[in-house]
């Protein structure tokens, strides 16, 4: 079962930034928090991922709350390239574990 | 590009028959996982390796479905007896050494059975 709750959808115009919030209120310690995204017909790809300090890498940033419950995936500057379906996963990076994928939030960029 | 590689990209059977993927993971990588995603879904989670051994396998693997690694790096990936059920994208990724940090997913094998 996953962990966490996404809204189904959202949109945002062309470079602007796509704020995609997700909540996890039963994380536990140990467990991180995974974005990745779907482009139609493609496999999942790697974003970022964050335990409690917020997270910046060259694709995107997270941004995680103080008691760890929700965090926001940030796209500063969306373009078209960017609609796809994000999931916001939790996960231990223990031998034993995987990650296990939710329905998403889709993103749709207009123009 | 030295990137996760699935093979065939679609596959179209009839019920009753065999079929086989095959997934080819980035080289260094000791972790090799298949997931299933059919349409409005995320990725399910099959089973997955540790180099060659088999450490997990979902309820969904039922056993009409075996998944190898027999030298630890390419996996194949069977279903026998194609049920329209099975109509789904396999996914195989890979990471490297023990953990998922990162998975690294190939562009998947679509399954449509007849």
């Known amino acids: 079962d996953a962990k966490t709750t996404q809204p189904p959808s959202m949109d945002c115009a062309e470079g602007r930034a796509a704020n995609l919030p997700c909540n996890h209120s039963?994380?536990?310690?140990?467990?991180?928090v995974y974005w990745y995204r779907q482009i139609h017909s493609q496999g999942p790809q790697y974003i970022i991922h964050?335990?409690?300090n917020n997270e910046t890498n060259e694709m995107a940033s997270l941004i995680i709350t103080e008691d760890r419950k929700s965090s926001t995936l940030i796209l500063p500057h969306a373009t078209l390239r960017d609609t796809a379906v994000y999931y916001c996963?939790?996960?231990?990076?223990?031998?034993?574990?995987?990650?296990?994928f939710g329905k998403g939030i889709t993103l749709s960029v207009r123009p | 590009d030295t990137g996760v590689s699935q093979d065939p990209r679609h596959k179209i059977t009839k019920r009753g028959q065999n079929v086989t993927f095959r997934c080819d993971p980035i080289?260094?990588?000791?972790?090799l996982y298949w997931y299933r995603q059919t349409l409005g879904q995320g990725p399910e989670f099959l089973t997955y390796?540790?180099?060659?051994?088999?450490?997990?396998k979902s309820r969904l693997l039922s056993d009409r479905f075996s998944a190898e690694r027999p030298k630890g790096s390419f996996s194949t990936l069977e279903i026998q007896r194609t049920e329209q059920g099975d109509s789904a994208m396999y996914l195989c990724?890979?990471?490297?050494?023990?953990?998922?940090?990162?998975?690294?997913f190939g562009s998947g094998t679509q399954l449509s059975v007849l």
């Open positions: 039963t994380i536990s310690g140990n467990e991180y």
């Open positions: 996963i939790v996960s231990d990076t223990g031998a034993n574990s995987k990650l296990t």
């Open positions: 990724a890979s990471s490297l050494a023990a953990t998922n940090e990162k998975l690294f």
């Open positions: 390796f540790q180099n060659e051994a088999q450490l997990e």
């Open positions: 080289s260094e990588h000791n972790r």
């Open positions: 964050g335990l409690k």
